[in-house]
């Protein structure tokens, strides 16, 4: 099985190297979110279409469709006694180390937040009212995405009181009580077991119909789905980015350890789907890395899994120089960057100007960001680090201009403002600033 792996790598001596290149870079792109003409689009928008007509009734139906649970409207919201259980619950070492998280978290965001820094008077910025959260589903807790979300809104000055947590009910019929401890824990007590288009479309829509509330910035990883739902949301709502499927790419030489790289790229693509790739100048580590891909596979539990998804979403690239795989990693625009180079590592990175988060140095795997470092691991994918970046709390911001003149600083400006809005064929513009010259 692990032999069709053989497939992945290719060169830059082969005559089809850039037509593979430029094919990987579309099923990681693709992977991401529907594209405008896939006919799922049409369907996540007939579930958008029937939650603001029937509401909860709709919400149900779809929770049982694509969840298999029945749930009514009243079972929607995770009570406080069943937050309070989950809390008491939960084991004790876990608990001291997510509370170390939140801690690591809360300084990183609070260093970079630009909020409470700002000293012109032009100028105020103030919390969005109120956030929606999308925690994806599974049998597993996903314990560290309510942490790389919900802390940086709370330093943002979002109150947790005002945070909305969707997650679909995937455990048990309802949601992990180890995500739910981290909620209770964060002090977010509106928790609603419901995920998916449906879960999106109720947070963008206020309707006396839908039980769960309105919020004004959605943010969370998802599935095709979810994000292809956000983004129909945007324009309601604010959304963070498109976080979709994980994805990583590897800068590596010579210098780095080709079993180090192999379980970096397993990690990626042991999430079914996830891309993991390596651009690397050395054919020789290429052949390593791919060597100890198969040697790693048979020791996963999910072997079959990844295996289909590295055919699928990923590659082990070899280039003719680092010129080009600088050139070509700014293409990708990567979720996730490793650089594993020895010490051309900080210059090569320096060179970076697309990527959701850049992971300098053999000892700094992807793990490190996704779980402890402080940064949030909501980050754009699908090459939207283009012009996407990483969840950080002064996304949970909105800036107001602040205009405050006398009669001076008026009278000063008052014929150039004047003359221009006379350019601009406004007439009344011009006029109300004359009323005031008279």
Known sequence: ?????????????????????????????????????????????????????????????????????????????????????????????????????????????????????????????????KVGICVPGASAPLPSTVVMTAVPAIVAGVKPEDIVVVSPPRYKGTIHPVTLAVCHELGIDEVYRIGGTQAVAALTFEADNISIPKVYKIVGPGNQWVQAAKREAFGYVDIDSIAGPSEVLIIANDNANPAWVAADMLSQAEHAPGSAILFT????????????????????????????????????????????????????????????????????????????????????????????????????????AKFFSGLTANDFIKSTSIIEYDKKKLAESAEDIIRLAEAEGLDAHAKSIKIRQQ
């Open 281 to 384: 100048d050395s054919q020789e580590l290429a052949k390593k890395v791919l060597d100890e891909l198969k040697k790693q596979l048979n020791q996963l539990e999910r072997s079959e899994e990844t295996v289909e998804c590295l055919k699928k979403f990923s590659g082990i690239v070899v280039f003719e120089n680092m010129q080009d795989i600088i050139k070509w990693t700014n293409d990708f625009a990567s979720e996730h960057l490793e650089i594993q180079c020895g010490d051309e590592s900080r210059k090569i990175a320096d060179q970076i100007e697309n990527a959701g988060a850049i992971f300098i140095g053999e000892y700094s795997p992807v793990a490190v960001g996704d779980y402890w470092a402080g940064p949030s691991h909501t980050l754009p994918t699908g090459m939207t």
């Open 1 to 129: 099985m692990t032999n069709e792996l053989d497939k992945i790598l290719f060169s830059y001596k082969q005559p089809d190297f850039i037509d593979r290149l430029v094919q990987v870079r579309l099923i990681v792109m693709r992977s991401a979110a529907f594209s405008a003409t896939d006919e799922r689009i049409d369907k996540m928008r007939d579930i958008f279409r029937e939650v603001i007509q029937r509401g909860d009734t709709a919400i149900v139906d779809f929770t049982m469709k694509f969840d298999g649970v029945k749930l009514t409207p009243a079972q929607f919201r995770v009570t406080e006694e069943e937050l309070e259980k989950a809390h008491r619950e939960i084991d004790s070492k876990l608990l001291k180390i997510i509370r170390r998280v939140i801690e690591n978290v809360r300084k990183y965001q609070t260093e970079i937040f630009i909020g409470n820094k700002n000293t012109h008077p032009g100028i105020k910025y103030t919390p969005i009212k």
